[in-house]
Structure formats: C-alpha cells, structure tokens
C-alpha cells in the first residue's frame, strides 16, 4: 500500500518561505516520479514540479520556475518543495503524488498533468497572507 505523507505546510506571509516534505514507503518500481501539485480555493488541482526517483531529473511548470525548488533525499524516502517568495496566489492545498511518467517526458510535452499521478497523499494546508 503505497503512503504518501506531506507536512511543513502553514501560515506564511507574502514574501516569506516555507519547505514542503513529502515521505513515501511502498512505492512500487514503476512509478518512477514523485510531483507535488496544488489545489487553490474554488480551482481544480495543478501541477507544480516532479522529480525523477532514480536520476533526479526535474520538470517545473512555468508559475514555479525560480520560486519553486523539487528536491530528493533518496537515504530517508523524501521529496522536498522549497517555495520561495511566496504571494497570496499561492495559498492551497499542497499534495505529493506518484506517477509512472518521467519528467523528462513532461519536459518533452511542455506540461505536467494531474491525470497522470496515480497515488496522492492527504496534502498540507498552504496560507499565504498579504
């Protein structure tokens, strides 16, 4: 049964910084990418970044380019999302999220797709205040 458990969400100013966790266990071999991805009051869920499990290659949608950071820590299962410069746009439920598709292959089409992520965790709670 696969687990996804985030954490480190809460209440930021604008302009502040919080860093996201993302712990998974019994990820199966095929689902070689872990996302993070976000669902903001009233809108549907949209990707933010992935991360290859194996290479550690990355794909990030255009709003989280430069602010967004996706990172691994193979030895303790864990993905991070280091958010930088944060607006009250960015308030939302935060997931992690596994996928059998490569960021490379999302770097190929230009998008990352919420369909394309199988096993989703609890999320965290993101509030940014002005």
């Known amino acids: 049964q696969v687990q996804l458990v985030e954490s480190g969400g809460g209440l930021v100013q604008a302009g502040g910084s919080l860093r996201l966790s993302c712990a998974a266990s019994?990820?199966?071999?095929?689902?070689?990418?872990i996302g993070w991805l976000r669902q903001a009051p009233g809108k549907g869920r949209e990707g933010i970044a992935c991360i290859s499990i194996s290479d550690g290659s990355t794909y990030y949608t255009n709003f989280a380019k430069g602010r967004f950071t996706i990172s691994r820590d193979n030895a303790k299962n864990t993905v991070f999302l280091q958010m930088n410069n944060l607006g009250t746009e960015d308030t939302a439920v935060y997931y992690c999220?596994?996928?059998?598709?490569?960021?490379?292959?999302?770097?190929?089409?230009?998008?990352?797709?919420?369909?394309?992520?199988?096993?989703w965790g609890q999320g965290t709670q993101v509030t940014v205040s002005s």
């Open positions: 019994e990820v199966s071999s095929d689902y070689v990418t």
């Open positions: 999220a596994t996928s059998q598709v490569s960021p490379t292959t999302a770097e190929n089409l230009g998008t990352m797709r919420t369909t394309w992520f199988d096993f």
